[in-house]
């Protein structure tokens, strides 16, 4: 069974970079033709994707948000990154990982971490 | 603003049916069969209920089902539980500029 776990501050300063990690465990990060995705849900909103990863290296970014994010992968450690540069308070969210099993194109989040809740702010 | 527009809410009592709609454009929805459903309960991460307009992953209910019909797509629940009291998101490709897009959400209340 695939699990999902995300990790990393949970208060992050404006302006500055957030980064999470998510460890994949029960499979190999590189076996199968999956990507690997960031998901965040602001509180008591809809959910937003922000972008994937492929083993390979490539990576896909929502356009609002391409400008700040970068998506890298691990397959060592088998863990993918986000990190989320120039935060401000519209950037607080639970940040979700899952594994996608879109082929590149639509997002089919079959497994997915608990959620991490990152909060911007001084 | 979302870019796919659900109903905010949407409500049924035990045994009836109820359908969610989901309507996009000719970019997205209307262009791709590859509509995905995600049932959220409070608290808890999204749950895959339907991908790629109408296919049931593995352990699904067959009470869900999804359908299109030009740019809207639609989850429908048959035979309403209690348990299917939760929030219900489609999300959508649309493209390889913009790739993913998710609704706003559609609280489903079992009355």
């Known amino acids: 069974q695939v699990q999902l776990q995300e990790s990393g501050p949970g208060l992050v300063k404006p302006s500055q970079t957030l980064s999470l990690t998510c460890t994949v465990s029960?499979?190999?990060?590189?076996?199968?033709?999956?990507?690997w995705s960031w998901i965040r849900q602001p509180a008591g909103k809809g959910l937003e994707w922000i972008g994937r990863?492929?083993?390979?290296?490539?990576?896909n970014y929502n356009p609002s948000l391409k400008s700040r994010v970068t998506i890298s992968v691990d397959t060592s450690k088998n863990q993918f990154s986000l990190k989320l540069s120039s935060v401000t308070a519209a950037d607080t969210a639970v940040y979700y990982c899952?594994?996608?099993?879109?082929?590149?194109?639509?997002?089919?989040?079959?497994?997915w971490g608990q959620g991490t809740l990152v909060t911007v702010s001084s | 603003q979302s870019a796919l527009t659900q109903p905010a809410s949407v409500s049924g009592s035990p045994g009836q049916s109820i359908t969610i709609s989901c309507t996009g454009t000719?970019?997205?929805?209307?262009?791709?069969?590859?509509v995905s459903w995600y049932q959220q309960h409070p608290g808890k991460a999204p749950k895959l209920m339907i991908y790629?307009?109408?296919k049931r992953p593995s352990g699904v209910s067959n009470r869900f089902s999804g359908s299109k019909s030009g740019n809207t797509a639609s989850l429908t629940i048959s035979g309403l539980q209690a348990e299917d009291e939760a929030d219900y998101y489609c999300?959508?490709?649309?493209?390889?500029?913009?790739?993913?897009?998710f609704g706003g959400g559609t609280k489903l209340t079992v009355l």
């Open positions: 899952a594994r996608d099993r879109g082929r590149g194109a639509t997002f089919r989040g079959d497994y």
């Open positions: 029960g499979g190999s990060i590189s076996s199968g033709s999956y990507y």
């Open positions: 990863i492929y083993t390979s290296g490539s990576t």
């Open positions: 000719s970019s997205d929805v209307g262009s791709y069969n590859l």
């Open positions: 790629e307009g109408s």
């Open positions: 999300c959508s490709y649309a493209g390889s500029s913009t790739y993913v897009v």
